[in-house]
């Protein structure tokens, strides 16, 4: 937000007059009428081509706006908090009274904040009254000023299809309710509001004739379909970047995320919250909040539904991801390496992409380690799917899973992170190293330790699994623990695969080795912090 301009002397930006008494008016917009003659060169500094002149007219000809004391209008000078608050206490009145009868108070704003704070129109009081309002803070303000019926819908705008207001901020209902209205039409073509914007007084005389008579409401069609830019303004204030803790407080990898509504429910993969005891996400803002736990996952499907604690956070909308289309445009945003709120555009190379039993959305979108639980949206900025997996082999080949699987997840109980830990055995002094025996409840055959090396020894006959089955259990244990792929080396014509922990400076590695002439499973655990 720009930064605010106080002034300490009272602002002649906007003169309210008063409306004559109406004894026992019946509350509607047929209360506000026309009480002053406007005539030709009223105000020198407008012109008849400037947009605002007919709104200008018509409020001071409603009585609702005046010049300041040198004849002028100055269109483009700001208004105050409480000069808005003024405004809206007064087409509150005539609205339900058909009069305005306000004396000024002491300071001369007092009487129309005291009128607003008991007829709802304010919760609680401005610390500072002669701040300046932003566009955001007068449409809050204004659109408090009428009942909901005499802001009745006009035009169908969708959620998130005003390109610099994402649903989600405190003032979002504010302005999504005055655009749907036709009081509010945008700056630009492309519908933006410039919430962060101060208010003019040109906008102002505008806002006030279309809250009074609806024949002035504009028509507004957005086309929710935005460009690149607008889409990363949208919506990267939604995706966070997500740090992993273990049980001894460890961080050990990160990951992203989205919020899906305003409370801190939130989306990232199961594989992203998967051996966390805690867990951190930072914002776009850069404000950090814990994650308070789950409300529903899978671990086959690989989503999460987590709760973040905090209220207010801006938050993406959901598209129908069995509607996508191959070759349509997407992008994909996310924290790859820790590069928070990273951007990356490409198309559907497939709609449905079936991978080792799953089905994925399969997108050129550039999706890093680190992305895992970032957001891949359409055009207009809904998301479509949740940015999981890329080929480490391939070109281009990414793959995110359709967000219409969340639309299954309960959201009725939180549970913590902590309570869905796996019951794991680790070697001693090589945490977070899991027992492979203790794993596939198998005894040792022999154990030896040659310099940071521990290496254990377990015949294959002990088994009471497949060497497969037990191989790939045991991976889903590394995984959980933060260990990721690292290779493989084929020794004795045997595959020996290697996994790593950065976390803990571990490297882990197992596959089939004889030892004295019997076949068995060979763990090396090497290094440690």
Same mark, same amino acid.
């Given at each position: 937000?720009?930064?605010?301009?106080?002034?300490?002397?009272?602002?002649?930006?906007?003169?309210?007059?008063?409306?004559?008494?109406?004894?026992?008016?019946?509350?509607?917009?047929?209360?506000?009428?026309?009480?002053?003659?406007?005539?030709?060169?009223?105000?020198?500094?407008?012109?008849?081509?400037?947009?605002?002149?007919?709104?200008?007219?018509?409020?001071?000809?409603?009585?609702?706006?005046?010049?300041?004391?040198?004849?002028?209008?100055?269109?483009?000078?700001?208004?105050?908090?409480?000069?808005?608050?003024?405004?809206?206490?007064?087409?509150?009145?005539?609205?339900?009274?058909?009069?305005?009868?306000?004396?000024?108070?002491?300071?001369?704003?007092?009487?129309?904040?005291?009128?607003?704070?008991?007829?709802?129109?304010?919760?609680?009081?401005?610390?500072?009254?002669?701040?300046?309002?932003?566009?955001?803070?007068?449409?809050?303000?204004?659109?408090?000023?009428?009942?909901?019926?005499?802001?009745?819908?006009?035009?169908?705008?969708?959620?998130? !299809?005003?390109?610099?207001?994402?649903? +989600?901020?405190? %003032?979002?209902? *504010?302005?999504?309710?005055? &655009?749907?209205? $036709?009081?509010?039409?945008?700056?630009?073509?492309?519908?933006?509001?410039?919430?962060?914007?101060?208010?003019?007084?040109?906008?102002?005389?505008?806002?006030?004739?279309?809250?009074?008579?609806?024949?002035?409401?504009?028509?507004?069609?957005?086309?929710?379909?935005?460009?690149?830019?607008?889409?990363?303004?949208?919506?990267?204030?939604?995706?966070?970047?997500?740090?992993?803790?273990?049980?001894?407080?460890?961080?050990?990898?990160?990951?992203?995320?989205?919020?899906?509504?305003?409370?801190?429910?939130?989306?990232?993969?199961?594989?992203?919250?998967?051996?966390?005891?805690? !867990?951190?996400?930072?914002?776009?803002? +850069?404000?950090? %909040?814990?994650? *308070?736990?789950?409300?529903? &996952?899978?671990? $086959?499907?690989?989503?999460?539904?987590?709760?973040?604690?905090?209220?207010?956070?801006?938050?993406?909308?959901?598209?129908?991801?069995?509607?996508?289309?191959?070759?349509?445009?997407?992008?994909?945003?996310?924290?790859?390496?820790?590069?928070?709120?990273?951007?990356?555009?490409?198309?559907?190379?497939?709609?449905?992409?079936?991978?080792?039993?799953?089905?994925?959305?399969?997108?050129?979108?550039?999706?890093?380690?680190?992305?895992?639980?970032?957001?891949?949206?359409?055009?207009?900025?809904?998301?479509?799917?949740?940015?999981?997996?890329?080929?480490?082999?391939?070109?281009?080949?990414?793959?995110?899973?359709?967000?219409?699987?969340?639309?299954?997840?309960?959201?009725?109980?939180?549970?913590?992170?902590?309570?869905?830990?796996?019951?794991?055995?680790?070697?001693?002094?090589?945490?977070?190293?899991?027992?492979?025996?203790?794993?596939?409840?198998?005894?040792?055959?022999?154990?030896?330790?040659?310099?940071?090396?521990?290496?254990?020894?377990?015949?294959?006959?002990?088994?009471?699994?497949?060497?497969?089955?037990?191989?790939?259990?045991?991976?889903?244990?590394?995984?959980?623990?933060?260990?990721?792929?690292?290779?493989?080396?084929?020794?004795?014509?045997?595959?020996?695969?290697?996994?790593?922990?950065?976390?803990?400076?571990?490297?882990?590695?197992?596959?089939?080795?004889?030892?004295?002439?019997?076949?068995?499973?060979?763990?090396?655990?090497?290094?440690?912090?």
């Amino acid at each position: 937000m720009k930064k605010r301009i106080i002034t300490a002397v009272l602002i002649f930006v906007l003169v309210i007059g008063l409306l004559p008494l109406t004894a026992g008016a019946a509350g509607g917009l047929s209360n506000f009428s026309r009480v002053a003659a406007y005539k030709s060169g009223q105000f020198p500094d407008l012109r008849t081509s400037d947009w605002y002149a007919p709104y200008v007219q018509a409020a001071y000809e409603y009585g609702l706006v005046s010049g300041k004391p040198s004849g002028l209008f100055d269109p483009h000078s700001h208004m105050t908090l409480g000069e808005a608050v003024k405004l809206a206490a007064l087409l509150h009145s005539i609205y339900y009274s058909g009069s305005a009868d306000f004396s000024n108070g002491t300071p001369w704003y007092r009487t129309y904040a005291d009128y607003a704070l008991e007829s709802g129109i304010l919760t609680s009081d401005y610390p500072d009254y002669t701040t300046m309002a932003t566009r955001s803070e007068f449409a809050v303000i204004l659109s408090k000023a009428l009942p909901a019926e005499a802001l009745s819908v006009r035009n169908v705008i969708e959620d998130n !299809a005003i390109p610099d207001v994402p649903m +989600g901020f405190s %003032y979002s209902p *504010a302005v999504y309710s005055l &655009y749907r209205a $036709g009081v509010l039409a945008g700056c630009d073509k492309a519908g933006s509001f410039h919430p962060n914007d101060y208010i003019e007084r040109g906008e102002v005389a505008a806002v006030a004739v279309r809250m009074a008579n609806a024949a002035f409401r504009q028509n507004v069609s957005l086309r929710l379909e935005l460009t690149k830019e607008q889409i990363f303004n949208m919506c990267a204030p939604a995706v966070f970047y997500i740090e992993i803790f273990d049980i001894k407080d460890t961080r050990i990898k990160t990951g992203s995320g989205f919020f899906i509504d305003s409370s801190g429910l939130a989306v990232t993969n199961y594989h992203v919250i998967e051996g966390a005891a805690r !867990a951190v996400i930072t914002a776009a803002d +850069g404000k950090e %909040y814990n994650v *308070a736990g789950l409300y529903d &996952y899978s671990k $086959g499907g690989d989503l999460a539904l987590i709760k973040v604690d905090g209220a207010e956070f801006p938050y993406l909308r959901l598209a129908d991801s069995d509607k996508v289309l191959t070759g349509a445009s997407v992008y994909a945003i996310g924290s790859p390496l820790g590069f928070k709120n990273s951007f990356s555009a490409g198309i559907i190379s497939s709609a449905s992409r079936a991978v080792e039993g799953m089905t994925f959305i399969q997108t050129t979108a550039a999706i890093s380690s680190g992305s895992s639980g970032g957001a891949l949206l359409d055009r207009t900025g809904r998301v479509i799917g949740v940015t999981t997996a890329t080929a480490v082999n391939g070109q281009n080949i990414n793959l995110a899973l359709p967000i219409n699987q969340v639309n299954a997840f309960k959201k009725t109980e939180i549970v913590t992170l902590r309570s869905i830990l796996p019951d794991i055995r680790y070697y001693d002094g090589h945490f977070p190293m899991p027992d492979f025996g203790a794993f596939a409840k198998t005894p040792v055959f022999h154990t030896e330790t040659v310099g940071d090396t521990a290496v254990y020894y377990y015949r294959v006959s002990d088994l009471p699994m497949t060497i497969e089955n037990a191989f790939e259990g045991y991976v889903r244990l590394l995984e959980q623990n933060a260990f990721s792929f690292y290779g493989y080396a084929i020794e004795e014509g045997r595959i020996i695969s290697y996994y790593i922990n950065n976390a803990y400076s571990l490297l882990a590695t197992f596959g089939e080795k004889d030892y004295n002439g019997i076949n068995c499973i060979r763990v090396q655990v090497i290094g440690g912090i």
